[in-house]
């Protein structure tokens, strides 16, 4: 059992890497997105502070603050307007399971070194 002076993020478990494996990767993009309309703002289409603070009991992330909600928005908001869109977030989400960046990284080598082969010899 998890003390309770630990945060909510402290005790986050991996689970993507599980999904991946099981649904591939069709699936784990489809249950992304559903993850990414169960937060959004149906009238701008995008998470919100707003949206993600009224929805994310619904993943189980009730107990974070406002400011750990705003450093998930501001980890994953590439374009700067304070907001996810659905690319944003799926990328955070792989950018948060630390086994899936592996993974990617390892794929990401093998292509390179596969395309650059030929530039060696």
Do not use: W
């Not at 009238?43 to 009991?57: C, H, Y």
């Not at 750990?68 to 304070?82: A, H, I, P, S, T």
Request: glycine share 8%.
């Amino acid at each position: 059992m998890a003390s309770s002076s630990q945060t909510p993020l402290e005790n986050f478990h991996d689970f993507l890497p599980l999904m991946a494996n099981k649904l591939g990767c069709d699936g784990l993009i489809g249950e992304l997105c559903n993850g990414f309309n169960l937060l959004v703002d149906g009238e701008k289409g995008v998470i919100t502070f707003d949206s993600l603070k009224r929805n994310s009991a619904l993943l189980g992330l009730q107990d974070l603050t406002d400011d750990d909600l705003r450093c998930m928005l501001k980890e994953g908001d590439f374009n700067g307007d304070g907001t996810l869109n659905q690319m944003e977030f799926c990328v955070l989400m792989f950018r948060l399971s630390p086994e899936l960046m592996e993974a990617s990284r390892f794929v990401l080598e093998e292509a390179l070194e596969y395309e650059l082969k030929d530039c060696y010899y």
